[in-house]
């Protein structure tokens, strides 16, 4: 194999939802800072005022769990914990400090990515049951209130364990991994990043795991 | 507009409200044990307030409609009791009861979307509602509703307009028994809990003032011939403000908060120390031996 030849990583389809799926959450988050807290609420303002923003809101809400579900139908069989998942987990402190000589082999997905996934599935059909639930608070009868109470601190709850992740993975992207972000807009990656960030992945695709068995550690 | 001079408190807000004008508080009575259901007060409310007709609902009794709307403020509730002294007719006006520690207000994300007068007055401001219906979750009486129309929320605003030039409210103004009286809180208590002595020498011991603790007060006080049951009445026996709201609007907002600010520092703390992971396999800069 050509040293430096390109991969395709993400196809244009999953790019596509993945960015509808990043703005989205964006202004989600943005939005729902400002009606998390009055210090925050000039953002409300800047994104057109408290009541287009609340207008909008659930209807952006109702986007970003479209482009959940398409991700997870798409993804989800990548995103299994594998046997070496539990490997790369007992090594999360090397891949935390960059050690990355020390970090096992991961499939198309490392064990980190995988746990955002699942925390953004999880979170999002909590956002999502709940969001219903505060979108439709007029028609919650009396009787039900404690749906209502109930859905207010979920939400927040949801959203806060979302924004974690959110944090971390953007910061991963955009700031740790070099090539992430590109590969995100673009979709390719050299052979390099694969074997070095994703090798058993790159073994399956290029179907031949003897030729990148040189930093693949089964 | 609020009048800046008396606001007490103000929703969503990171300053302290600026009212420096203390008004003597005010509270509506309502003495349920000599309302005779004529809805008089509704009229009055429907017209003073000039709100649009709601179109009304055979509910098999004389009560105008099931519940408060946007467009109506003020509803005499006709519930029927029956013991061993036969059927008794329990009629109470449901309207918002300005508690002095409102759970609406406690729960509105939109900045001075929601008041409280010196005097006691809640009110909405509709220009500054942004519809979200937080105050529906956080009121125990439920009394705010929304408006699919305009998309915000509306209640009784004590009027707000008569009572800043020193009149009564409508309902008031319009209550042929004197069951609806108006004055300020201490004058209302002491007229309640006369009528309270009255309906107990009559033979009803049960005969009760309902003013929650619970959300502070409200500065609509109730006498009740059958104190001891508040929920015949359809009230609530202790209103308070919902757990799950104060325990989001308090440690869950801190807790939140300071994960959030923790989050990113903690990243930028990780960019300082460990930075960029190596390019294409090779060694990050700056990722050496001597780092650790």
Known sequence: ?218 | MPRTLELLRVSATTAPAPGIRTLPTITKLVDTSTCIGCKACEVACQEWNDLPPETTVQMGTYQTLPDLTPNYWNLIKFNEHEDEDGLHWLMRKDQCMHCADPGCLAACPAPGAIVQYTNGIVDFQQDQCIGCGYCMTGCPFNVPKFSPKTKRVYKCTMCVDRVSVGLQPACVKACPTSCLQFGTKEQMLQVANTRVEQLKANGFMQAAVYDPPGVGGTSVVTVLTYGDKPELYGLPRDPTIPAMVRLWKGPLKWLGNLAMIGGLLGVFAHYMRFGRKGRDGEPAPGNGAGER
């Open chain 1, 1 to 218: 194999m050509t040293p430096g030849r390109l991969i395709v990583r993400y196809a244009f389809s999953e790019r596509l939802v993945h960015a509808v799926a990043a703005l989205s959450y964006l202004y989600l988050l943005l939005t729902g800072l400002a009606f998390w807290t009055p210090a925050l609420y000039w953002v409300a303002v800047v994104l057109g005022g408290g009541y287009l923003s609340r207008l909008l809101h659930p209807w952006v809400g109702l986007l970003f769990a479209g482009a959940l579900v398409w991700m997870f139908v798409a993804w989800r069989s990548d995103m299994r914990t594998t046997m070496e998942d539990r490997a790369w987990r007992k090594a999360l402190r090397h891949y935390i400090r960059n050690e990355d000589a020390e970090v096992p082999p991961a499939w198309r997905f490392n064990y980190g990515q995988k746990l955002l996934f699942w925390l953004m599935v999880f979170g999002g059909v909590a956002l999502l049951l709940s969001g219903l639930v505060l979108w439709f608070v007029a028609s919650i009868p009396w009787e039900l209130r404690v749906l209502r109470y109930t859905a207010t601190v979920v939400h927040a709850v949801a959203a806060l364990a979302t924004i974690g992740g959110f944090i971390i993975h953007v910061y991963m992207g955009t700031a740790v991994v070099p090539g992430g972000l590109d590969a995100v807009i673009h979709g390719e990656v050299t052979e390099e990043w694969a074997r070095h960030h994703h090798p058993l992945w790159l073994a399956q695709i290029t179907g031949d795991s003897s030729k990148s068995s040189g930093s693949v550690r089964l």
